[in-house]
């Protein structure tokens, strides 16, 4: 049941076209498949022996972005810090590159880098070129990738590139400023002519979550070489509930989600509704973790409660810690009960576990 919902299928034989026609990709197959492998093996044998290792960690890079979108949680949460001289924008490359091998140590696969924009933290490109063994999906709003990091990119076989889009031009530009979905739509053009691999990922409100029902919308990026989709409904902060979908709206966008899996060849994540499929959320370790710019571990990109900053502390001994394994073990609050967050759903219990171990608000270092 599980792998026929999330479309394994319909992943491998996606997987199968983008290896015929891009075949720099298959002389990497074999040695990416083993680090794969020997990364699950590392986490089985630590999860014996009591740690949670999640296979994703989450960095947000930097806090810098060239876009003022409305409704940004990364703004909310305090991840990004626009227009602010004196805050701290992000780790350096060596302080990143730390953190990256002490989690592949653990046996962390898959790196997925956000912020703020990705791409202006200037040595993005670096790390995932340092790492040829791990995979990273950087998720960008697609205005910040110059002609220079797409012929970077050619190069790199251990990444995709998730544009932020929310709808057509209306829509995209409605939330993200005039004149972004062209220039997203030209970002997107040279990535597929240039053989990386792209996707999208998608903020689903009640403004647009019809225009996503709609087959001739998938079906125009399907053609267009866009094979990879996030769905992710929107986390509402408490003035901006009328954005939420209803109970119905959710159903019935879940169940339009379900069948563009059983009939088109696109590999479709949606959240809240997978969540359902794994036992509820999965942060805190349980799947994921997040990073924030400034070093400090949270159990998702929409919280900033942390009790340990990666700079001072070990990330085998921050997954372990307190907080998170209180997280975990309490029952009820990773399900979402009819929210798009379990943790948003259940923030004050949130705040509560957090006051018993000492774990804070606290994005930045300044």
Known sequence: MFQKNFGIKTLLGILSLWLWKNPRYCFHLPSFLFSFRRATQKRKRLLREGLVVPPMLILSITQECNLACTGCYAARVGTMKKGQPTYHPHLGLEEWRKI???ARELGVFFFLLAGGEPFLHPGILNLIEEFPGNFFLVFTNGVAISREHQAVLRKLNNVAVILSLEGGEEETDFRRGRGVYRRVMD????????????????????????????????????????????????????????????QEERAQFREKVL????????????????EELVGGCVSAGKGFAHVTPSGFLTPCPVSSLAQHNLLETPLREALSGDFFREIRKQDGLLETEGSPCALFAHREELKEIASRFGAKERAFLS
Do not use: C
């Open 100 to 102: 990256i091998k002490e």
């Open 259 to 274: 069948e563009y899996r059983q009939k088109k060849r696109m590999f479709l994540i949606h959240s809240p509704g997978d």
């Open 187 to 246: 970002t997107k053009a040279g990535l597929i002519l240039g053989g990386t691999l792209a996707g999208v990922s998608v903020t689903i409100t009640r403004r647009n979550f019809r225009y996503w029902m709609e087959e001739a919308h998938i079906d125009s990026l399907i053609a267009e070489g866009i094979h990879l989709g996030f769905l992710m409904e929107y986390i509402p902060n408490n003035q901006e509930e009328g954005e939420t979908l209803s």
